[in-house]
């Protein structure tokens, strides 16, 4: 069974710009979750969505906004890149259930120049 | 993935050793607690977890212990291996049933031959 999958793994983008990441997450998993990762702040939730649903949302602007599709695939994107939006963005998925593993993608490098 | 802070906590044990991590959470009302392990170039992989109503949970060469009253957290991990080194996460689920978890800051593992 393929794990989560994150696309690309590696992105350079400048200061203003904006992005799109992609997840698709473990085949029959609907519930998906997003996070950054920064060496100053660490592990920082940034979204979860349920059957295209967002179910709740971390602590970040409104540059940062996600989606899912019907197939359960999620993609998150950042308008207006800046320096601080360097980070590693990571991707979950798990089967609904409250105490079902989360299953981790490898992640997208986002490097902002 | 690049999951360290600049003052990641380190642990350095013998390989054989037995290690015991520690994480302190934030909310007493958290209901379910994660130990998730991250290797370099790879998303954090869950470990072991724990309910809030259990005090104790054995997995294979691990350990976790809940304290609610002081709101501590560790894992156990038994005759470790070059294997094991990696950064540990602490996780706690705020919200029950949803799939945001709030990371601890982790901390960084060595295993010496």
């Known amino acids: 069974k393929a794990g989560v999958t994150q696309t690309p793994r590696y992105l350079i983008k400048t200061r203003g710009q904006q992005v799109t990441l992609s997840c698709s997450p473990i085949?029959?998993?609907?519930?998906v979750s997003w996070y950054q990762q920064t060496p100053g702040q660490g592990l920082q939730f940034l979204f979860e969505?349920?059957?295209?649903?967002?179910?709740n949302k971390g602590n970040f602007p409104g540059r940062f906004s996600g989606r899912q599709f019907s197939n359960s695939r999620s993609e998150m994107n950042v308008s207006t890149l800046e320096l601080g939006d360097s980070a590693l963005y990571l991707c979950?998925?798990?089967?609904?259930?409250?105490?079902?593993?989360?299953?981790f993608g490898p992640g997208t490098r986002l490097t902002v120049l | 993935g690049e999951s360290v802070g600049l003052h990641l906590p380190t642990l350095s044990v013998q390989e054989g050793d037995n290690s015991i991590i520690n994480c302190a959470y934030s909310?007493?009302?958290?209901?379910?607690f994660i130990w998730y392990k991250q290797e370099s170039g790879k998303g954090p992989q869950f470990i072991i977890d724990?309910?809030?109503?259990?005090d104790k949970r054995q997995g294979q060469r691990v350990t976790v212990l809940l304290n609610k009253t002081v709101k501590h957290l560790s894992l156990q991990i038994a005759a470790t291996q070059p294997g094991d080194s990696a950064v540990y996460f602490c996780?706690?689920?705020?919200?029950?049933?949803?799939?945001?978890?709030?990371f601890g800051q982790g901390t960084r593992l060595t295993i010496n031959p």
């Open positions: 979950a998925s798990k089967l609904a259930g409250a105490y079902n593993e989360q299953f």
């Open positions: 085949s029959g998993h609907r519930s």
């Open positions: 969505y349920f059957s295209e649903t967002q179910r």
């Open positions: 909310n007493s009302a958290s209901d379910y």
């Open positions: 724990i309910r809030s109503n259990m």
């Open positions: 996780a706690e689920r705020e919200i029950q049933g949803a799939q945001k978890l709030v």
